[in-house]
């Protein structure tokens, strides 16, 4: 089974990091190289540009792959399936044009020219409203095109805001919302190694965000302490041989950490203990 993964740029660290923590170390995987081995022997990485990774993944020369769901909705690759949302790399596809424009309202756009490195999603944008604009493709500084008359509005990508303000560009209306997805080839979805390596950064992604609390509790307080861990299911509880205390663990979300551990304090709870957690296994 072989893994598209971004070979630089800025999805290639937290890529490789997220792979990592489910496990899934890369050996051998020098800089600059094609092809990388992973612990699972049946499992290889091919590293490839983040665009480049939709047309890989459908053409077979990889099963599945990590990148950008603008990538791959400009791709027009064939048929790939959205497995997990990875949740980096998360942005906007923008129709943006100068602040001191007439245009205010994507029809405004209507017989105009829009400068885009994503002329694919911008056509199919332009179909759906039913308007006609003319597509100049660039391959980067889109946000200059319409301040040296190439084109009256942008369709790029925004994350922070920072470049569209620093010229003087202001969002007409949002084309597409983004973040990194791992896809598969429709025919392999159902495969082993598909589903262990979906599995296995599923139970990452479970787990960011959850602590894993431990502690001792009164055996005449666990009532009160069952009520005060918030979901997740009940706790574990494990008896103490010879004492009238039971050890308790939980699952609680982050943000519930500060207030449940004041709570536990004051059900009598003692020794307790807060931990991240890796993987969640379900
Ligand atoms: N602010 C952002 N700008 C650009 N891409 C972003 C941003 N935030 C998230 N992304 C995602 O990253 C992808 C771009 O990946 P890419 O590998 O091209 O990174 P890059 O750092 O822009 O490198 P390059 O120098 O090749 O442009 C986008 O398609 C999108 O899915
Ligand atoms: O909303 P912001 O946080 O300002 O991010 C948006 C900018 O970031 C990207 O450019 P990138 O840094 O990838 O440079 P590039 O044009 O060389 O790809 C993108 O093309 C925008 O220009
Ligand atoms: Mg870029």
Request: hydrophobic fraction near 45%; aromatic fraction near 4%.
């Amino acid at each position: 089974m072989r893994i598209a993964v971004p070979n630089k740029g800025r999805l290639h660290d937290p890529a490789v990091d997220l792979l990592d923590r489910a496990g899934l170390h890369v050996v051998d995987g020098a800089d600059r190289k094609l092809y990388a081995d992973t612990v699972d022997p049946d499992v290889t990485i091919l590293y490839a540009r983040a665009a480049d990774i939709p047309e890989y993944v459908s053409d077979g020369a990889a099963d599945v792959g990590i990148t950008g769901l603008d990538q791959v909705r400009e791709a027009d690759a064939g048929d790939l399936v959205d497995m997990l949302d990875l949740e980096f790399g998360a942005c906007k596809l923008v129709l943006a044009a100068p602040e001191e424009s007439a245009i205010e309202s994507v029809a405004d756009l209507a017989g105009g020219t829009v400068a885009t490195e994503f002329p694919n999603i911008t056509r199919n944008y332009f179909d759906e409203q039913g308007i006609d604009v003319e597509i100049a493709e660039v391959s980067g500084a889109t946000e200059l095109t319409p301040h040296v008359d190439i084109a009256d509005a942008i369709v790029d990508i925004t994350s922070t805001g920072t470049t569209l303000r620093m010229n003087r560009l202001a969002v007409i209306d949002d084309v597409l919302e983004s973040s990194v997805r791992l896809f598969a080839r429709e025919d392999v979805t159902d495969d082993e190694k598909v589903q262990q390596v979906t599995m296995a950064l599923r139970s990452v992604k479970s787990a960011e965000g959850k602590r894993y609390l431990m502690m001792n509790v009164p055996e005449d307080n666990l009532e009160a302490v069952e009520d005060v861990i918030p979901g997740l299911g009940g706790p574990t509880i494990m008896d103490i041989a010879g004492e009238e205390m039971v050890a308790v663990h939980a699952v609680v979300d982050e943000r519930h950490v500060f207030e449940t551990i004041n709570d536990l304090k004051a059900e009598g709870a003692t020794g307790i203990l807060v931990t991240e957690i890796e993987r969640m296994v379900k």
